[in-house]
């Protein structure tokens, strides 16, 4: 099986403009979760998404949003940018319904300037 | 207090060793228990899972369970130079899509 799938793998922004990540999952995972991995924070949870719902959010800002698509694919937003939003954005795909693997995706690298 | 403490580190261990990689998780409800390992500049990479209390071994690895203690742990048996990354310790609640993250432990298994 193909793996995790995000696009794209590195992005280079400008403060107040806004982004898009997307991410493909597992071929058959329904559940795909996002987080953000920075030096200082660590692998932080941004949410979760399963059958085009979200499920769990973390505590991040309403500028960051996700929505979920019927053949599981998943896109998260960020809007107005800020320097702090610098991080490695992953993906995570878990086939739900009783199985709690998750399998992470290569990452999108952010970087705000 | 963190919701889940793993070892300071670095942790550094000559090849052929056992490397002892520790974690502690605040949350009693906590039911699914995960090891990843993260190379350099790489995305997390799942290898062991635990759900019930004990041992669960595959190949090299051994990750122990205990839940009464709230302590799960990651043992490397030969440890090899490629074994080498940071090792990452992540807890879920069953049926919740978040999984909490260690800062993790860095392993360097020296030749």
């Known amino acids: 099986k193909a793996g995790v799938t995000q696009t794209p793998r590195y992005l280079i922004k400008t403060r107040g403009q806004q982004v898009t990540l997307s991410c493909s999952p597992i071929?058959?995972?329904?559940?795909v979760s996002w987080y953000q991995q920075t030096p200082g924070q660590g692998l932080q949870f941004l949410f979760e998404?399963?059958?085009?719902?979200?499920?769990n959010k973390g505590n991040f800002p309403g500028r960051f949003s996700g929505r979920q698509f019927s053949n599981s694919r998943s896109e998260m937003n960020v809007s107005t940018l800020e320097l702090g939003d610098s991080a490695l954005y992953l993906c995570?795909?878990?086939?739900?319904?009783?199985?709690?693997?998750?399998?992470f995706g290569p990452g999108t690298r952010l970087t705000v300037t | 207090q963190k919701e889940v403490e793993q070892n300071s580190g670095p942790l550094s261990v000559p090849e052929g060793a056992i490397a002892s990689l520790n974690c502690t998780y605040s949350?009693?409800?906590?039911?699914?228990f995960f090891w990843y390992r993260q190379y350099s500049g790489k995305s997390p990479e799942l290898i062991m899972s635990?759900?019930?209390?004990g041992d669960k071994e595959d190949g090299r690895f051994t990750a122990q369970l205990n839940k009464a203690s709230q302590y799960v742990s990651l043992l490397i048996r030969d440890s090899q130079p490629s074994d080498s990354a940071t090792y990452l310790c992540?807890?879920?609640?069953?049926?919740?899509?978040?999984?909490?993250f260690g800062d993790g432990t860095t392993l360097t298994v020296k030749p």
């Open positions: 995570a795909s878990s086939p739900g319904g009783g199985s709690y693997e998750q399998y």
């Open positions: 635990i759900y019930s209390n």
């Open positions: 949350d009693r409800v906590s039911q699914s």
């Open positions: 992540a807890v879920k609640r069953t049926n919740a899509g978040k999984s909490t």
């Open positions: 998404y399963f059958s085009e719902t979200q499920r």
């Open positions: 071929s058959g995972h329904r559940s």
